[in-house]
Nanobody
Framework: QVQLVESGGGLVQPGGSLRLSCTAS????????MGWYRQAPGKQRESVAG???????NYTDSVKGRFTISRDNAKNTMYLQMNSLKPEDTAVYYC?????????WGQGTQVIVSS
């Protein structure tokens, strides 16, 4: 069982920045495939960014050049640095981990981009 705890969400003005964190339980964090997803009101959950145990990353087109995913295996923590935030980035952001073919989710952290 992998437990995930997100933090770092909040209210930010357009053009601002936030950094989300996701801390995972377990002794095998370094081989978890990790990712950030988001769900806006009335929309389906979508993938935002992912990072493998080998530090390979991928991003959805709408966040490329603005968001950066990273991980610190010594801290069992994944990050999402979000810059140049737009109102359309408003959503609940969820942390995901895949380990031994099972998928685990955090409870989510709210990000609101508004003036």
């Amino acid at each position: 069982q992998v437990q995930l705890v997100e933090s770092g969400g909040g209210l930010v003005q357009p053009g601002g920045s936030l950094r989300l964190s996701c801390t995972a339980s377990g002794n095998f964090f370094s081989i978890y495939t990790m990712g950030w997803y988001r769900q806006a009101p009335g929309k389906q959950r979508e993938s935002v960014a992912g990072i493998t145990g080998g530090f390979r990353t991928n991003y959805t087109d709408s966040v490329k050049g603005r968001f950066t995913i990273s991980r610190d295996n010594a801290k069992n923590t994944m990050y999402l640095q979000m810059n140049s935030l737009k109102p359309e980035d408003t959503a609940v952001y969820y942390c995901n981990a895949v380990f031994q073919t099972r998928s685990y989710w955090g409870q989510g952290t709210q990000v609101i981009v508004s003036s």
